[in-house]
């Protein structure tokens, strides 16, 4: 079946650090590919998403590029801030598949001043 | 425009009983989405209901269900509740089905 995983953290970064987190998928076919962010005590948030092979994501810093030929949709900021602070979740969705999301692990991003 | 909320926030159980959780979409979304999240197994999709109709079903025991009504507000049941459903159930809504989901901040079920 469809899978994602994501690289393994916790991640600890310093304010204006550079962020990778990286993230795999496996799914048959075209799925959209999405980064979510929890902060503490609340939901998940779409951060952002891309549809289509070559597509670049992106909002509020971060960006993201839908990569098929290494199944990859990595996520970057050029320069963390504190309260960039939650866990990232990498997701994958497909048309036959409607609201259903797989995600990945998690990865926990803390960031020190 | 209000975003999903989900009601209770908290709530504490023993085993054996069973659980009613309340998902209210945003206003003018159709379709709704229940997540299982959890530190062992992280996020989970138990299922999806569009206009009333259940349209995807995760891999969860019978004891999961849900239902959503015709003003497409949601609820998810718990039946006979073991230790192991002790975890954060989010809500998602949107406009269609497929479209970009919007999490409310969960129901922390704990099971004693």
């Known amino acids: 079946g469809d899978s994602v995983t994501q690289m393994e953290g916790p991640v600890t970064l310093s304010e204006e650090a550079f962020l990778t987190i990286n993230c795999t998928y496996t799914?048959?076919?075209?799925?959209?590919l999405f980064w979510y962010v929890q902060y503490p005590g609340e939901g998940l948030q779409l951060l952002l998403k891309a549809t289509k092979a070559d597509d670049k994501g992106s909002n509020k810093g971060f960006e993201a590029t839908y990569r098929k030929e290494t199944t990859s949709f990595h996520l970057e900021k050029g320069s963390v801030q504190v309260s960039d602070s939650a866990v990232y979740f990498c997701?994958?969705?497909?048309?036959?598949?409607?609201?259903?999301?797989?995600f990945g692990e998690g990865t926990q991003l803390t960031v020190n001043p | 425009k209000a975003g999903v909320t989900q009601t209770p926030r908290y709530l504490i159980k023993t085993r054996g009983q069973q659980v009613t959780l309340s998902c209210s979409p945003i206003?003018?979304?159709?379709?709704v989405s229940w997540y299982q999240q959890t530190p062992g197994q992280g996020l989970q999709f138990l299922f999806e209901y569009f206009s009333e109709t259940q349209r995807n079903k995760g891999n969860f025991p019978g004891r999961f269900s849900g239902r959503q009504f015709s003003n497409s507000r949601s609820e998810m049941n718990v039946s006979t509740l073991e230790l192991g459903d002790s975890a954060l159930y989010l809500c998602?809504?949107?406009?269609?089905?497929?479209?970009?989901?919007?999490f409310g901040n969960g129901t922390r079920l704990t099971v004693t």
């Open positions: 206003s003018g979304h159709r379709s």
């Open positions: 799914a048959t076919g075209y799925p959209s």
């Open positions: 998602a809504s949107s406009s269609v089905t497929g479209t970009p989901l919007h």
């Open positions: 997701a994958l969705s497909k048309e036959t598949s409607g609201s259903r999301l797989t």
